[in-house]
């Protein structure tokens, strides 16, 4: 299998919480279960606040050896010696960002519903594509819907290009589930939000959808 620059498996992204003591222990509980990367991702609060919580999810990451990624704030991701940074649609392009940033870090891009995006990401220089919403989503509910041919295109794109390759993630309503059909469509990843984060058991959520890697 051509490796990827990007960890295969569970993809946390953090919910919008301000409750910082709550927000480590669970991220504590999804690495216990074998969630093999991490997006800190905050809308919520003030810049002040945001910065506050990213040092400390930083630190706690650190700690456990789990891959952080910041979204879409990618000076915070050089402030705090991140792993990388995820861009949006409106986000900077890749050129400065990869530039300030350096070569080792990851940067990851949003790609919607459009392998036509995805392609000009890779040739910027993407360690990983994004596509969804794959299913109806409660953090975005209006929130564009990819399909499984998205993935499948997305995975032919990067299985054209050599190793490391970038990888393909998915994102959008997924759980243990609904996830197989998409990780057999070609998926690298998958960024889970609520089903990971609002689980009753956070460290079993995770187990069970990093089995899906197995």
Known sequence: MNPIRFPRGLYGVTPDWSDTDRLLEAIRQAHAGGMAALQWRRKQGTPAQWRAQARAVRDTCAQLGLPLIINDHWRLALEFDADGVHLGRDDDAIGPVRQALGTGKIIGCSCYDQPA??????????????????????????????????????????????????????????????????????????????????????????RRCQALFS
Do not use: C, W
Request: avoid cysteine; hydrophobic fraction near 55%; charge should be negative.
């Open 117 to 206: 995006l995805a392609a000009r990401r890779l040739a910027e220089g993407a360690d990983y594509i994004a596509f969804g919403a794959l299913y109806p989503s409660s953090v975005k509910p209006d929130a564009v819907r990819a399909t499984l041919d998205h993935i499948r295109q997305g995975s032919q794109l990067v299985q054209a290009m050599g190793p490391p390759r970038p990888a393909v993630v998915a994102i959008g309503g997924l759980n243990a589930g609904n996830a197989a059909a998409v990780i057999e469509a070609g998926a690298d990843a998958i960024a889970v939000i609520s089903a990971l984060f609002e689980a009753a058991d956070i460290a079993q959520a995770a």
